[in-house]
């Protein structure tokens, strides 16, 4: 399927589309009884990637949309009203709903273009956060949905085998490699590869095997982090040791950890340190002086990396105390960075200084909500929850800090931390 989808745009639409058919066709036949929606929508996040690296013929936002159909009739199945929702939650998503007042409407598709591009992220977050809140779910659903996840991601790694250049061909410098990264955007592929990383390595944590025998998840593991390293892209692999990191400092606490859960994590850890020296030694010191940079400072005292990056967060700031009361409306600060510095139109690469730019005060409001929300419900869960949640809220936040809400991704994971398992106690809250 990833030869295929790589070489014919025509067939990775199909796919796109045959994934939405039949995820409709099968939540609504078995009502979502064996947790088909779950399944669909882990699915469809893996699968976004794909999509757009081979050109399929599809809106932008096919895979947030697709991801909004399976969870709405998941809601509608079940009766939404069984599942608490949260104020906090409430207070994020229509805090930045009045901007939209402030976005000119020219024609009625480019005011649309705005709204979706802009909103469809939050808007995953909020119905995912709703539907997987208080969500009891067996091991066994968890390893379904952690598969399922995985098995398009594997399928990207594929691409990524079939696309890379003769060896002699590739130039490692200083900026992160299209070359190694399918020809597509290094930052998301390097997110997406990350998100495989953690996921494998949470499942070490909580004593779970995903793949029928520990040596394929290892193998998977293996594959991922070497592409991973290869992209340059710090981002996901950065944002994946950090959850991981996370994940592991909670589970530690617990005298009942066992040893075979540290023996397997133990395993992750030397396979992400020797690839890593792997990966030094095949750039010749490229990839690892790329990593150092992040804490290089020029004789100004600036940081030299991401400056990029920086001076957008920056210029967001600066429109955001220009227009702190109502914001400039979603989408809008894209065209106003050029005015304020930038020298072009550019878009956002970190979702919370856009909100704070496009949204104003509100904005803040709803990003704080936000926070105090991932808090709150961290300590009304158990020991395995913790590690889930921590690990998964981690993955979304800084996503969302690096590369904004480009992917269906970061919501549909900051929702999935907050289901519980079925060995919680469901007199709890």
């Excluded at 220009?322 to 409306?329: H, M, Q």
């Amino acid at each position: 399927m990833a030869y295929v989808s790589s070489e014919y745009s025509g067939y990775s639409t199909f796919w796109g589309w045959s994934v939405v058919v039949s995820g409709v066709y099968y939540i609504i036949k078995y009502r979502n009884q064996y947790n088909e929606v779950g399944i669909f929508s882990s699915y469809i996040v893996g699968l976004e990637i794909i999509l757009r690296m081979t050109k399929a013929e599809l809106f932008w936002e096919f895979g947030k949309y697709g991801l909004l159909i399976f969870l709405l009739l998941g809601l509608l199945i079940d009766n939404i009203k069984r599942h608490r929702t949260s104020a906090f939650i409430l207070i994020y998503f229509f805090s930045l709903l009045p901007s939209i007042l402030l976005v000119p409407f020219e024609s009625f598709n480019i005011w649309r273009q705005f709204i979706s591009f802009n909103l469809s992220g939050p808007l995953t977050l909020f119905i995912s956060f709703l539907y997987f809140r208080n969500r009891i779910m067996k091991d066994k659903e968890v390893l379904n949905m952690f598969c399922s996840i995985l098995l398009p991601l594997i399928s990207m790694s594929v691409i990524l085998i079939i696309r890379v250049p003769s060896i002699d061909s590739v130039v490692f410098g200083s900026e992160a490699n299209f070359q190694m990264s399918g020809g597509y955007g290094p930052n998301q592929v390097s997110s997406a590869l990350g998100l495989a990383i953690a996921i494998i390595s949470l499942s070490k944590i909580l004593g779970y095997t995903i793949f029928i025998n520990n040596r394929y998840d290892y193998l998977i593991l293996s594959i991922c982090s070497i592409q991973a390293y290869l992209t340059f892209a710090r981002g996901g692999v950065l944002t994946a040791i950090l959850a991981i990191f996370t994940s592991w400092v909670i589970s530690i606490g617990y005298n009942n950890s066992g040893y075979s859960r540290k023996g397997k994590i133990a395993y992750v850890l030397i396979i992400l340190i020797v690839l890593w020296n792997v990966a030094t030694d095949f750039t010749a010191g490229m990839v690892e002086k790329r990593y150092l940079s992040i804490f290089e400072i020029n004789e100004r005292g600036d940081l030299v990396s991401g400056t990029g990056r920086l001076l957008i967060m920056a210029l967001d700031l600066e429109i955001f105390s220009d227009n702190i009361l109502a914001g400039v409306g979603p989408g809008i600060s894209a065209a106003m960075r050029e005015s304020y510095g930038y020298g072009r139109i550019v878009a956002a690469h970190s979702e919370f200084t856009r909100v704070l730019a496009e949204h104003g005060i509100l904005g803040l409001i709803g990003l704080l909500s936000l926070f105090i929300l991932s808090i709150r419900e961290f300590f009304r869960h158990n020991k395995n929850e913790k590690c889930i949640l921590s690990c998964f809220t981690t993955i979304a936040i800084l996503t969302m800090l690096h590369s904004a809400m480009r992917l269906a991704m970061p919501g549909f994971i900051f929702g999935l931390g907050f289901i519980r398992l079925s060995s919680f106690d469901k007199n709890l809250e």
